[in-house]
């Protein structure tokens, strides 16, 4: 008897459909101000803190040939929190100043496209962000301060692998990269919390993830 062997069976990913997944891993901020006012002596700070980020997906694959293209809404909570100073203002009695930035969730819609090799899927993602966090400079003493707004949208991007797992179960590696940009004409406040004429700083800020999940 003669056994011919004709190809070799591999466990394929299933691409096309609907999913849900939940991620955990690490996220790295960087925040800068930089300030135009004539009140403030040091015009530039930077802070950064790396913390925990956990998330919530869900989303749509559509598979043509080895091309996959989809959709992914997400939802991700993190403790990053960078605080750091340096400098003086020059009506503020030479205390020093202060910056600090956090965020604490952050809400995604991203597309995504790659190429599925066997059981592993190899892909691009970009789309826009909202970050719940603010960035705020401060007098150490109080008398002045500036602070961006609670939210702000961004430009997210980034690239992953997925990897079939068991049956319906697939694990994903995944970069993702948030830029908020520039927040610019952000008013300084004097210790009453009203607005300084010609006191503009700016804010910016990025976010990088590397996260795993499982879908």
């Avoid at 004709?6 to 096309?16: D, K, M, Y």
């Avoid at 997400?74 to 930035?101: F, K």
Wanted: net charge negative; hydrophobic share 40%; glycine share 14%.
């Amino acid at each position: 008897e003669i056994l011919h062997v004709t190809g070799v069976q591999t466990c394929a990913l299933p691409i096309s459909g609907f999913y849900i997944g939940a991620g955990l891993g690490v996220s790295s901020l960087d925040a800068e101000m930089t300030d135009h006012s004539e009140y403030v002596s040091y015009g530039y700070m930077k802070v950064d803190d790396i913390g925990v980020i956990g998330s919530f997906r869900a989303g749509y694959d559509y598979q043509f040939g080895n091309a996959v293209v989809g959709i992914i809404g997400e939802y991700a909570m993190s403790n990053v929190d960078a605080h750091g100073g340096a400098g003086a203002y020059v009506d503020c009695d030479d205390v020093a100043t202060s910056l600090s930035s956090d965020v604490k969730g952050v809400g995604s819609l991203r597309g995504r496209a790659g190429l599925a090799v066997g059981n592993a899927l190899v892909y691009a993602t970009a789309g826009a962000a909202w970050l719940r966090g603010k960035d705020r400079t401060e007098c150490d003493n109080g008398d002045y301060f500036a602070e961006s707004s609670d939210s702000t949208t961004a430009l997210v991007y980034g690239a992953g692998i997925e990897m079939m797992v068991n049956g319906n179960w697939t694990l994903v590696f995944e970069y993702l990269r948030y830029d908020v940009g520039l927040t610019d004409n952000v008013l300084f406040n004097d210790d009453f919390g009203t607005p300084v004429p010609d006191s503009p700083a700016s804010f910016d800020k990025t976010m990088d993830t590397v996260m795993v999940t499982l879908n």
